[in-house]
């Protein structure tokens, strides 16, 4: 199948225009910018702002714990447990791909660390990287002296699942050219993808442990007390807006990276779809579990950290600025989404035998976060991230 382009630059102008007239209309019917937020809606946006900011510190709690669990998995000799413990890490994670706010932000970011990238480098890291880094048994020297690109969660998915021995780097390559790849055997390998595993897993749960720490010393009561004392926050709307940020990640990485690349929707896209090369997992059939718990995250933002409850996240936001009809347009859309993901197949089986259905997937999630652009964004009177900015997709 070959799929139809979508130009994600063509009319850039034309969208970023757009955007800011629907704010501009949204503002010049409520008067002025500068009308006094009511009390009760004061309430309510503080409400969502404890409830987020408590939501993703105990996600990081069971985060961490799902990490220790990997390292000692890592010290056993059945591999099947360090594969096991990795797939409930990663999958605990996902949904804090989506809950990216504060410390594991981009250090940009109000509140940001860019502590996310010392846990999980996707897309940054590369097989011929992590082939590199065996042959030099570079983790030996510690795992803080390698670049992201050779270490994280990412890397795990090669060295956990891969019994390989051919490599991935070019012939110009030192590895190759100098026959050191060569000299290893299959049992060298094996041995050290674990040796090199279990140093990253070991900083992986070290990286867990600082991120949570920043929210349970401080950044939660941050999150959750805007105003002027707060050197982050100075006002509710800079606290949703940093959350909002957040919720972005179902449209770039999720709907652009995860879907539409492989796709071939993108005009970096493969030649000949499906680019299964673009999957997110190369080594597991993870990528249908990683856009669950994406879409989970997501969720617990619009609707409450909960499952099965609403009226505690974004949603409640929408009810009280009077806009009932796209709360309800939204939560019907996410909900259809969240059903078609909990019932597809793995990504990889279905870009090669239902490119349909990876395609509706693809649908629902553009239906979700086209709402989220335009309407949500304005009705809240909240800013679209800025590296989104004229995106027409």
């Keep these: 199948m070959v799929a139809a382009n ?21 503002l010049l019917s409520a008067c002025s910018s500068s009308t006094p937020t009511p009390p009760e809606e004061s309430t309510q946006r503080a409400t969502v702002l404890q409830n987020v900011a408590h939501c993703i510190e105990a996600e990081l709690a069971a985060f961490t714990i799902k990490t220790e669990a990997l390292v000692v998995a890592l010290e056993q000799a059945d591999p099947s447990a360090a594969q096991a413990a990795f797939r409930a ?6 949904v804090l791909e989506a809950l990216q706010v504060g410390p594991a932000a981009p250090t940009l970011a109000p509140g940001g660390d860019g502590l996310r990238d010392g846990i999980y480098a996707w897309p940054l890291v590369t097989r011929c990287a992590l082939e590199e880094t065996l042959v030099a048994k570079s983790w030996e020297s510690g795992t803080q002296r390698l670049l992201v690109n050779r270490k994280t969660l990412a890397a795990l998915d090669y060295l956990l699942f891969s019994t390989a021995t051919d490599t991935a780097c070019p012939a110009s390559s030192t590895i190759v050219s100098s026959g050191s790849w060569a000299a290893l055997s299959a049992q060298d390998l094996a041995t050290r993808r674990r040796d090199y595993a279990r140093a990253i897993a070991t900083e992986v749960h070290s990286s867990a442990v600082t991120l949570a720490g920043k929210w349970t010393g401080g950044f939660t009561s941050t ?9 982050t926050f100075m006002s509710q709307r800079a606290a949703l807006n940093a959350v909002s940020d957040a919720l972005f990640f179902l449209d ?12 071939g929707l993108t005009m970096a896209s493969c030649a000949m779809p499906p ?35 609403t009226g505690k996240g974004f949603d409640s936001l929408l009810i009280a600025a009077d806009a009932t009809a796209l709360e309800e347009q939204m939560r019907t859309e996410l909900a259809a989404l969240r059903t078609h993901a909990d019932e597809a197949a793995e990504l990889r089986v279905m870009l090669n035998d239902d490119p349909a259905a990876a395609r509706r997937l693809y649908d629902e999630v553009k239906d979700v976060t086209d ?15 800025t590296s989104l900015e004229g995106d027409n997709d």
């Design 252 to 263: 770039g990485p999720v709907k652009d990276a995860k879907l539409a690349a492989p796709l």
């Design 371 to 385: 709402l989220l652009k335009t309407q949500f964004i304005g009705v809240l009177d909240l800013e679209i991230p």
């Design 6 to 26: 979508i130009d994600f630059d063509s009319h850039r102008q034309y969208c970023v225009f757009m955007h800011r007239l629907f704010a501009s209309l949204l």
């Design 275 to 309: 680019c299964l090369e673009s999957l997110e997992f190369q080594h597991t059939d993870l990528n249908t579990v990683a856009l669950r718990s994406n879409i989970r995250g997501f969720s617990k933002l619009m609707h409450g950290c909960d499952e099965g409850v």
């Design 223 to 231: 999150l959750s007390t805007p105003g002027s004392q707060n050197r």
């Design 89 to 94: 890490a990663m999958e605990a994670w996902e």
